[in-house]
């Protein structure tokens, strides 16, 4: 699981947006303070999509809300690259892992869950940054994906929660241009400065990216409401998508 990449947030304004925030600064808002400038450059007309409640990234998905300090608000991958994927593993269960993300005061959640018998729960948009890697780049680069079950546990990783959660790996990929290899996809042991072991020794990475490479040859339905397509010219961006 992640940590507390929260705090601090609402004090200092990440290099990206300020560069958009400049627009704002243009604008006369010169005098305003950082969390005002912050709140202010995604609310310039083009710099947000439309946001719709429940809307999901991944098809397979069910939509269940994260705590609203758990993430913050964004606008990947515009104003973040999107080039990892972070798996991690609950230590707990699937219901486990959804009430603590829903809960103010843990201050981290992932953007998925994956439980054992394979359901998939999306409870942050792929658009947002979810406090999950402990690491603040990490974090804004990536997508979070938290697993059922214990890191010493290896019966805890079944085939249906590796199969459910390799479709997903390789949709992120495909959506974002990710590379399926391990630099991009990762665990959270691998993160930079992290004390964090998941997902363990027992996690079979060899299975596991065979898996998502092979989901990632064999196309699946795109998903009910693509992040990219509640804008202006959705027709003709997933025509140019597809050609
Ligand atoms: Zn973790």
């Known amino acids: 699981m992640g940590e507390d990449e929260g705090r601090?947030?609402?004090?200092?304004?990440?290099?990206?947006?300020?560069l958009i925030g400049g627009g704002a600064a243009a604008a006369?808002?010169?005098?305003?303070?950082?969390?005002?400038?912050?709140?202010?450059?995604?609310?310039?007309?083009?710099?947000?999509r439309r946001r719709v409640e429940g809307e999901l990234d991944h098809a397979g998905a069910v939509w269940?809300?994260?705590?609203?300090?758990?993430?913050?608000?964004a606008d990947r991958p515009d104003d973040f690259g999107i080039d990892r994927v972070v798996i991690h593993v609950v230590q707990g269960s699937y219901a486990t892992a959804l009430r603590v993300f829903k809960n103010p005061g843990h201050g981290a959640a992932t953007h998925y869950v994956v439980g054992k018998d394979g359901r998939?729960?999306?409870?942050?948009?792929?658009?947002?940054?979810?406090?999950?890697a402990g690491n603040r780049d990490?974090?804004?680069?990536?997508?979070?994906?938290?697993?059922?079950?214990?890191?010493?546990?290896?019966?805890?990783?079944?085939?249906?929660?590796?199969a459910a959660s390799a479709r997903l790996t390789a949709g992120i990929c495909a959506r974002y241009g990710i590379p399926v290899d391990r630099e991009h996809v990762i665990g959270h042991v691998e993160v930079e400065g992290t004390d964090h072991t998941d997902p363990g020794p027992h996690w079979d990475w060899d299975r596991y990216m065979?898996?998502?490479?092979?989901?990632?040859?064999?196309p699946r339905p795109?998903?009910?409401?693509?992040?990219?397509?509640?804008?202006?010219?959705?027709?003709s961006r997933a025509a140019a998508r597809e050609g």
């Open 8 to 18: 601090g947030e609402t004090r200092r304004v990440g290099r990206r947006a300020l």
């Open 28 to 48: 006369g808002a010169a005098v305003a303070g950082w969390d005002e400038l912050r709140r202010l450059w995604w609310r310039l007309p083009g710099t947000e």
């Open 64 to 73: 269940t809300a994260a705590a609203r300090a758990n993430w913050r608000r």
């Open 120 to 132: 998939v729960a999306q409870m942050i948009r792929e658009l947002d940054v979810a406090f999950h």
């Open 138 to 162: 990490m974090n804004e680069r990536s997508i979070g994906i938290e697993h059922e079950g214990f890191v010493d546990r290896p019966q805890d990783f079944t085939p249906e929660m590796y």
């Open 210 to 218: 065979e898996l998502v490479r092979r989901a990632a040859a064999s």
């Open 222 to 235: 795109s998903p009910s409401t693509p992040p990219s397509a509640s804008s202006s010219a959705p027709a």
